[in-house]
């Protein structure tokens, strides 16, 4: 298996534009996670799914802030607008037996 | 709630030397706990868990660790470091008064430098 598959690895956008943040999860792995990674907040989770449904979405920092999984195989974390606050680097997990499994990261710089 | 905490956020050992990383958890019901390994621009990658059986609990990569609960630690140990072990460890834990363990609760890490 291929893994947790993020696109893309690097996105650098200016304040105010729109940023889709993409994930492929495991397949077979019923569970999806968002998470966000900063100096200094550290790693915090933002949303997670179950069968493609959102269970609990109160880590998401701010209306700006969406995530969709239209289905088992693919999510979208979409930030609108963009500010310099949300460069951090963000990674999608998926979760299977327990344990969960992440991609490598988008890094994301807003400038 | 549940919380984690890594003491030292900087480690530094000789190559050969034991290992040791610092972990306590806080939790109001009967946790797993997790050692996730961060390399250089790539995701985490998963160590070890805990969830309830042996105490002492062995990984990849010659890593182990032991759950004390009257402590309520579960420090990470490999008798003798690798260059390649430089990475940054995050260790955390899960739990949910509701039966669920959905949600891990990570520390701030430490990073663990590797020197000739």
């Known amino acids: 298996d291929a893994g947790v598959i993020q696109s893309p690895r690097h996105e650098v956008t200016e304040m105010g534009q729109e940023v889709t943040l993409r994930c492929k999860p495991i397949?077979?792995?019923?569970?999806l996670f968002w998470y966000r990674q900063t100096m200094m907040r550290g790693l915090e989770l933002l949303i997670y799914?179950?069968?493609?449904?959102?269970?609990?979405d109160s880590g998401m920092p701010e209306d700006r802030f969406s995530a969709k999984m239209p289905n088992a195989s693919f999510s979208t974390l979409k930030i609108q607008p963009s500010e310099p606050r949300d460069s951090a680097v963000y990674f999608c997990a998926s979760r299977a037996g327990g344990i969960q499994y992440f991609g490598a990261g988008t890094r994301l710089s807003v400038l | 709630a549940q919380s984690v905490t890594q003491l030292g956020s900087h480690v530094s050992v000789s190559e050969g030397a034991l290992v040791l990383l610092r972990c306590n958890y806080s939790s109001s019901v009967p946790p797993y706990l997790f050692w996730y390994v961060q390399y250089p621009n790539q995701g985490l990658q998963l160590l070890l868990k805990?969830?309830?059986?042996?105490?002492l609990v062995k990984g990849i990569n010659g890593f182990e660790a032991e759950f004390k609960k009257s402590e309520t630690s579960f420090h990470l140990t490999k008798p003798s470091a690798h260059m390649s072990d430089a990475a940054e460890y995050f260790c955390a834990v899960s739990a949910s008064v509701s039966g669920g363990y959905n949600k891990l609760i990570f520390g701030a890490g430490t990073r663990l430098a590797v020197h000739p």
């Open positions: 397949s077979g792995h019923d569970y």
């Open positions: 799914f179950n069968n493609n449904v959102p269970i609990d």
């Open positions: 805990y969830t309830s059986a042996a105490t």
